[in-house]
């Protein structure tokens, strides 16, 4: 079975909110074996919502609607639904007077025009909605079965739970599961990630791997299709040995695991203690780490120095240093890990300067270029990368340079 999400509403497609149901439907569907092929946003006009639901319903087995079930003009999921059906809307007493009891249970007046959502296309099977006014719809259209709920993710997440999905196991659909592994990796390109495993990421494998990519972080996704989790896992298991085998390091972690996280749990474990001083990134390094539950045990602490002064008066840089290599250079930034290393009497020290733009950038240090360091007790040593993106994205992806460097080292020492 192939199912599809219509997300609907104006300020999802404008980008005032982010889409967040389309996401946890997908997530429910595939601990039922069911399969998303489709997700489609609509904004709030009636030729579009019912263009939409007809593409859907031609396609899918499954198709879930958000949104579109208040009370208000805008709200069309109702007609829209009656027009691709060809049936006129009817009115449901009992929906009505739950829809009326909520508004007493509120101590409230019901506006009349909550009246229109106790009304249904012909045909069409009302939804409950116990925590809240907008009742849900389930309509067959052609081959497919068609669930509208609420837009209000706390209306519309109990009303898969309790209505929607009982109905999906009397329908006999899905069956089975859809398990994900998601491997987090840093430090190369995603080119040269599918070349390590090219015969892994073949179209027609089971399981399936896929490739995605976010600031930098490089994301390998393992789905597997069985009949119970411990089935997917088996399938999932040498898939995942084999991908960590062939990549080494460039694996830091998996799910929702970020570089810092990694760093704080290998700090902890090799009982180390860090330090920060950061330029291009302005204190970036040292939030990602604070995020980190426990990591106060492990980070003394860091300085933001942005201007030259503050590196040379605070950091102790040598003046000299950077009026003969310029601050953003290689010797400015090992000093300045070594010099808050010093400073912090840290185990390990990081430090970032760069050109994170969009001004500044000159032909031979144009925009984008960055240095890293990392101070140890038996040295210090940098590297320097030339990234590509908006000013934020710069100074993100340069965190993670720092946060990685301290990781490699931490793992061979």
């Known amino acids: 079975m192939k199912a599809e999400i219509l997300s609907i509403g104006s300020e999802l497609t404008s980008g ?14 595939a601990e039922l074996g069911i399969s998303v092929g489709f997700h489609t946003t609509i904004a709030d006009d009636l030729d579009d919502n ?38 006129d809307l009817v009115f449901h007493q009992q929906s009505f007077d739950k829809i009326q009891q909520m508004f007493t249970r509120r101590n409230r007046n019901m506006p009349e025009r909550n009246r229109v959502q106790a009304l249904y296309p012909t045909g069409a099977e009302p939804l409950a909605n116990d925590h809240g006014t907008a009742p849900g719809i389930y309509q067959r259209l052609g081959k497919s079965h068609v669930f509208a709920l609420p837009g209000v993710p ?6 898969f ?49 896929g490739i995605t990519v976010s600031d930098a972080t490089i994301s390998l996704r393992i789905l597997a299709r069985a009949e119970n989790h411990e089935a997917a896992q088996a399938q999932i298991a040498p898939i995942e040995h084999i991908i960590r085998e062939r990549l080494g390091d460039l694996v830091f972690g998996v799910e929702d695991e970020e570089l810092q996280h990694a760093v704080v749990h290998l700090l902890a474990e ?18 990602k780490i604070g995020q980190v539950p426990g990591a ?37 930034v090992e000093a300045m890990a ?76």
């Open 270 to 287: 090799k009982r180390q203690s860090l330090a920060t001083a950061e330029s291009v990134t302005c204190g970036l390094v040292a939030r």
């Open 50 to 87: 019912v263009a939409a639901i007809r593409i859907a319903t031609e396609r899918a087995d499954l198709v879930l609607i958000t949104g579109g079930l208040g009370p208000t003009q805008d709200d069309l999921t109702r007609e829209a639904l009656a027009r691709v059906a060809g049936v």
């Open 154 to 159: 706390s209306e519309m997440m109990p009303m």
């Open 338 to 413: 070594v010099g808050v290393q010093a400073r912090l009497h840290s185990d390990l020290a990081v430090a970032t300067v760069g050109i994170a733009g969009p001004g500044g950038g000159a032909p031979e240090k144009p925009v984008g270029l960055v240095y890293a360091a990392l101070a140890t007790n038996d040295g210090v040593r940098s590297q320097s990368f030339s990234w590509t993106g908006t000013r934020e994205e710069v100074q993100s992806r340069t965190a993670k340079l720092a946060l990685n460097m301290v990781r490699l080292h931490l793992k061979k020492h």
């Open 16 to 29: 005032k909110n982010l889409d967040t149901n389309s996401q946890w439907l997908s997530q429910r569907l």
């Open 296 to 332: 106060s045990e492990w980070y003394r602490g860091g300085f933001v120095a942005y201007q030259n002064q503050v590196k040379i008066e605070v950091l102790g840089v040598p003046a000299k240093l950077i009026e003969e290599h310029d601050v953003i250079s290689a010797p400015v």
């Open 161 to 209: 739970e309790e209505q929607v999905k009982p109905r999906l196991a009397r329908l006999g659909v899905g069956g089975g599961v859809l398990v994900q592994r998601k491997i987090n990796c840093f430090g190369t390109g995603e080119s040269h990630i599918e070349e390590k495993l090219y015969d892994l990421t073949r179209r027609g494998n089971v399981p399936e791997v």
